[in-house]
């Protein structure tokens, strides 16, 4: 499987502070890669290196085929984020929002007018679609956001905690369209601080104070570090951090 975010000895520095020190990992097509962390641990900096918002002190990274140093513009084009806090405008209708992002997208009219359609169908929001955003359930704005992030058809769509204080029905659907978007060849970039979030990744990386401290499927870093769940390794391996 070809690799669509490939990344090596990625070091990013604040003055004497390493915040990213030299990691290194790919994420295969239609892959769901976990990326998880205590706050502080770099996961941040290290999305913002891989999506061209913020220069690598050193090593390499290439997203979608694109070095992330010299063709950023490219990396984004070819990307989806979804950003922690709700990134859509809030004043605006559903059926503004998603013209609004497909324009910035690049889409034709008409790709708008066909993808927005399909969007507004399938998360059954027809009733709601000349609504402002701010009036939707918080469930409802998450996984519009989600969707509208995937409204190009990028190759790769990063993830910054998606189901922060959703219902837990709200994550399952949620999760139920990470898998959609994986089947279609999307990779998907997660992070979450929900380790049994966590288990539904093809594999996951562990960053410990800017270095990754543990890489592999679920089952393989349960089997290593001879623990029940994800959330005993992750809590083993953070602890010393702490």
Request: charged share 25%.
């Amino acid at each position: 499987m070809t690799a669509v975010i490939d990344v090596h000895e990625l070091t990013r520095r604040f003055g004497r502070f390493t915040a990213v020190d030299a990691i290194s990992f790919d994420v295969k097509a239609g892959e769901v890669f976990g990326f998880l962390g205590a706050n502080g641990a770099g996961k941040t900096t290290a999305i913002r290196m891989l999506i061209g918002l913020l220069t690598p002190t050193s090593g390499r990274a290439s997203v979608a085929g694109f070095d992330v140093l010299t063709r950023a513009e490219d990396v984004r084009r070819r990307i989806g984020y979804m950003s922690q806090r709700f990134s859509l405008y809030q004043d605006l209708t559903v059926r503004e929002n998603i013209t609004l992002y497909g324009g910035i997208y690049g889409l034709s009219d008409a790709e708008i007018r066909g993808r927005g359609e399909a969007l507004i169908e399938e998360l059954e929001l027809g009733h709601a679609s000349l609504e402002r955003v701010a009036a939707l359930p918080l469930g409802w704005k998450q996984k519009l956001a989600f969707a509208v992030a995937l409204l190009h058809r990028p190759a790769v769509v990063f993830l910054d905690e998606p189901t922060s204080g959703v219902d837990p029905i709200t994550r399952r659907q949620f999760w139920e369209m990470i898998y959609a978007a994986a089947a279609r060849g999307t990779t998907v970039f997660v992070t979450t601080h929900y380790l049994d979030e966590a288990e539904y990744c093809d594999r996951v990386s562990i960053m410990v104070d800017g270095r990754i401290g543990a890489l592999g499927t679920p089952d393989e870093l349960k089997r290593k570090y001879g623990d029940a769940t994800l959330e005993e390794v992750f809590v083993r391996l953070a602890r010393p951090a702490a």
